[in-house]
Structures are given as C-alpha cells and as structure tokens.
Nanobody, 126 residues
Framework: QVQLVESGGGLVQAGGSLRLSCAAS????????MGWSRQAPGKERDFVAA????????YYANSVKGRFTISRDNAKNTVYLQMNSLTPEDTAVYYC???????????????????WGQGTQVTVSS
C-alpha cells in the first residue's frame, strides 16, 4: 500500500508561484511514475503533469506547459510541482498520484493512477 501526502498549497496572488510537495511511503517510490492532477470547484479532476521513475521525459497538460515543472527526488521519496505565473484558473485542489503498473503517459493523462493523496488546496487571487 502506498501513502501519499501533499503539502505546499495556499493562497497566492495572480502571477505568483508555489511549490507543491508529495511525500510517498509504503512502496518502491523509485520505480513508480508519479503525477499531479487537480480539481476545480464544480469540475472534474484534470491531469496536470507526470514524471517517469528516472525523472526523464516529464509530461504536461497543455494548460500548464511552460509554467509548471514536475520533478522528483528518489532519495527523499518526494515529487514536486513548481508552479509559476499562476492565474485564478489554476485554483483547485491538487492531488499527487502514483502509477505502479507502467502505464503510458496517454493513460496517465486520462487519470489512470493507482494511488492518490488527499489533496492540497491552491487558491490564486486576482
């Protein structure tokens, strides 16, 4: 069983930055693809980004490409999401997720992860 705990959310003004962290335990973190998704009020959960076990070839949703950066530290069992140039449209609960089945990025972008964290709220004020 994999446990994921997000942190780093909060309130920020438009144009600002935040860095989210997700600490994993209970599994073999270094072998998992990790990702982030978000859910805005009244909307479905949307894929944001994913990163393979090696840290190579990160994959982003078009809506965040060029503004967000996903990274990981396998020694710390932690994945990060650096968010820059935030807009009110980025307001959402952000969820960390783990894929233990070597899915394709296409499947992961459709939300096919095995484990999810509880989420951390990000609010961007205009």
């Amino acid at each position: 069983q994999v446990q994921l705990v997000e942190s780093g959310g909060g309130l920020v003004q438009a144009g600002g930055s935040l860095r989210l962290s997700c600490a994993a335990s209970g599994g073999t973190f270094s072998s998992y693809t990790m990702g982030w998704s978000r859910q805005a009020p009244g909307k479905e959960r949307d894929f944001v980004a994913a990163i393979a076990w090696s840290g190579a070839s990160p994959y982003y949703a078009n809506s965040v490409k060029g503004r967000f950066t996903i990274s990981r530290d396998n020694a710390k069992n932690t994945v990060y999401l650096q968010m820059n140039s935030l807009t009110p449209e980025d307001t959402a609960v952000y969820y960390c997720a783990a894929d233990t089945k070597w899915r394709t990025m296409g499947s992961l972008s459709a939300g096919e992860f095995d484990y999810w964290g509880q989420g951390t709220q990000v609010t961007v004020s205009s």
